[in-house]
Every structure is written in C-alpha cells, then in structure tokens.
C-alpha cells in the first residue's frame, strides 16, 4: 500500500466549478499535511498546510480527518490559473521527511 | 529573496555514462534535499541533508547515486553508471525550520 495516495484523476471542470480532491495516508505517525501545486514543468509549490480544525485561503479549503488517515482539498469557483497538478504531502518524524502522492491533474476548461 | 538554484536544466545521456548535478539552497537553509520525480508520480526523497550531514539516505540506490554537501552549502548528486530507468526530473529543496521545503526548477534528465 502507498504511504500516500490521491485520487488518480484527472479533474476536468468548467470555470466556476467547485472541485474536491481526496487523500489518504497509510503512517498514522504523520504529524503535519500540506497541499502542494506543481504548474506543467515547474517545481511544486506550497499551497497550504491542513490543520485538524480545517483551514480556508481564499477559495481553498483543507480538511484534515486524522480517525481516518483522509486528507481533503476543496476548490470554490475555479479559475483558468487553477490548472495544475496538486500533491497530497504528509510529513513525520524528526527529520521532518515528507511523503508525496502521485498528484492529481485538474484543467479548468473556459 | 533569492530562490534554490539548480544546474543543468536539462541533461542527455547515454546508459552507462556518469551524470552530476549542482544545487545552491536558499541562503541560511541547513536542510538540503534530493528528490526524484518520474513522470506522472510525485517527488520521491533520495537524500536529505543537515549541514553537512547525512539525515536520510534510505532511498538512495547506492550502487550508482552519491551526493555531497561538502561545506555544509551547495551540494551535488551524482549518477554513475545512469541507467534508462533514471529518466527523471531531479528536484533539490532546502527548508530553515519548518516543514516548509523550497524547490529549485530541476534537472530534467534523459537516458537513452
């Protein structure tokens, strides 16, 4: 089983859609979640952290669900800029290591 | 600010040939990572860096990968011999204190 696992997509939505990616984690060890993006050809970038209380940037919201080692990331009103691949990223141990997905691609279409 | 910077951007090989790539982290990072990411899956870890030490290198294949942070600042990676299989974009990232990791562009290599 992979440590962290995503839906394998990919997303296609109209502009204005709301989009939700889901995630797994197999190490209940895992101390700390984020959300990262990675545009065509670009390194990944920091979107968010995801907190057990839930957290909203914006039009993102991350859900954290540690009882069932489920991860969420919910897209409101999308955008053309929102195309991207986004990674499912859980974080533990005292090195600080972190455990990537495989990514999902979403294309936010005119 | 300045970013992590990598190099080459782009590399071509052939199996069998020996292959380095160069890293300079964000000023003041004293963690320093190597990721590998084929394409379609996410960066997978192959060595991460405290200064000048080795943290974690349990992904590494050590028969033909080594890197080095001599000076506890730039470091580089190395593949000898580079197989088909190591067609991938090598990521370096560097983090201060947190869980937050900077990524440099990459190396895109081919094997062919």
């Known amino acids: 089983r992979k440590e962290v696992e995503q839906d394998p997509g990919p997303f296609n939505v109209p502009e204005g859609a709301t989009v939700a990616f889901n995630c797994t984690y197999s190490?209940?060890?895992?101390?700390?979640f984020f959300w990262y993006r990675q545009d065509c050809r670009k390194e990944p970038k920091l979107l968010m952290s995801?907190?057990?209380s839930g957290n909203e940037d914006g039009r993102f919201t991350a859900q954290l669900n540690r009882a069932s080692q489920y991860i969420s990331l919910l897209i409101r009103d999308s955008k053309l800029s929102d195309s991207a691949t986004y990674l499912c990223?859980?974080?533990?141990?005292?090195?600080?290591?972190?455990?990537f997905g495989k990514g999902t691609l979403l294309t936010v279409n005119p | 600010e300045a970013g992590v910077a990598q190099s080459p951007r782009y590399k071509i090989i052939e199996k069998r040939q020996s292959v380095a790539f160069w890293c300079n982290p964000i000023?003041?990072?004293?963690?320093l990572y190597w990721y590998q990411q084929i394409l379609g899956q996410g960066p997978k870890l192959l060595i991460q860096?405290?200064?000048?030490?080795?943290?974690?290198d349990s992904q590494l294949p050590k028969d033909r990968f080594s890197a080095e942070r001599l000076k506890g600042v730039d470091s580089t990676l190395k593949i000898q011999p580079a197989k088909l299989e190591d067609s991938a974009v090598y990521l370096c990232?560097?983090?201060?204190?947190?869980?937050?990791?900077?990524f440099g562009p990459g190396t895109r290599l081919t094997v062919t």
């Open positions: 990232a560097s983090s201060h204190i947190s869980y937050e990791q900077y």
């Open positions: 990223v859980a974080a533990g141990g005292s090195n600080y290591k972190l455990t």
């Open positions: 860096f405290q200064n000048n030490g080795v943290v974690d």
């Open positions: 000023s003041g990072h004293a963690t």
């Open positions: 190490n209940s060890a895992s101390q700390s």
């Open positions: 995801v907190y057990s």
